[in-house]
């Protein structure tokens, strides 16, 4: 069923769900307006390529066998038709669609999206590219589109996860993610929006790549016309590409082990 017309997924780099210490006003309102949990589980090892991947191709890291180096030093994407991203299976049945991957860490665009299937990839650093996401989602309405900002990740390597200016960056990134819902508003497609918000992995201490609880359990934020008013109780960073499909009225793809968080639609 296509409910959809655009799916909005702001992936924050580092953020596992140490929202929960800082306000995160948009994080929180999109959980109270729509669906949330703090019981994400993502890839294991908990590094980028690993839960980046998972998210947007529907398998875990084990499958799916990207790791940092890997798509750091790739000269071709790394997405197969064994094995494509969300946004591969969307291009396919959707000729038309306007995609779009807004990446600070460049190798997800070089590295792992598919190249020739009309995604438009930038890449900066994450005001710039927030500005650039406005004015993106207000020129071209886009069907699809990923965003990764990577100044928390930055802020945990460099003071620890859950520091002071861990969770302040965060809170930046939060104010990033308003200004795309607010710019979904301005461009008139709201309602016509499943707007999600999450991360790959937490951190501890100074890094992550382990499976503690703080590196391991990401939170989830998602709302949309058809969203419950829930709280969900599991789900995995892997099942963002089966939301993703179902809203957009897409075909999974058959390697998927990617699935919809029970209770998060009503329809
Ligand atoms: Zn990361």
């Not at 989602?137 to 460099?158: M, R, W, Y």
């Amino acid at each position: 069923m296509n409910n959809y017309k655009h799916v909005i997924l702001v992936g924050i780099d580092g953020a596992g769900n140490f929202y929960r210490n800082t306000t995160a006003p948009m994080i929180r309102r999109t959980m109270a307006e729509g669906a949330g949990t703090d019981m994400c589980l993502t890839s294991i090892p908990s590094d980028s390529a690993q839960c980046w991947g998972s998210m947007l191709m529907g398998v875990s890291c084990r499958i799916h066998g990207l790791h940092n180096d890997k798509i750091s030093s790739a000269k071709a994407p790394c997405a197969t038709d064994e094995h494509p991203t969300v946004f591969r299976m969307i291009r396919d049945a959707m000729p038309e669609a306007t995609l779009g991957s807004f990446s600070n860490w460049n190798p997800i665009n070089y590295g792992m999206i598919e190249n020739g299937i009309g995604v438009t990839k930038q890449t900066g650093d994450d005001e710039s590219l927030c500005d650039r996401i406005c004015e993106y989602v207000k020129n071209e309405k886009p069907t699809f589109l990923f965003i990764q900002f990577d100044s928390v990740d930055g802020a945990g390597h460099c003071h620890g996860y859950g520091s002071e200016q861990h969770l302040d960056q965060l809170n930046i990134c939060d104010a990033y993610a308003e200004r795309i819902y607010n710019a979904c508003v301005e461009a008139g497609i709201s309602e016509d929006t499943l707007f999600m918000i999450t991360a790959d992995h937490g951190g501890f201490e100074r890094g992550h790549g382990t499976d503690t609880d703080e590196e391991k359990w990401v939170f989830a934020a998602i709302m949309g016309k058809t969203v419950n008013h829930t709280t969900l109780q599991y789900m995995q960073v892997k099942d963002f590409p089966a939301i993703i499909t179902h809203a957009l009225g897409v075909p999974d793809h058959p390697a998927w082990s990617s699935h919809l968080p029970e209770g998060l639609f009503s329809e």
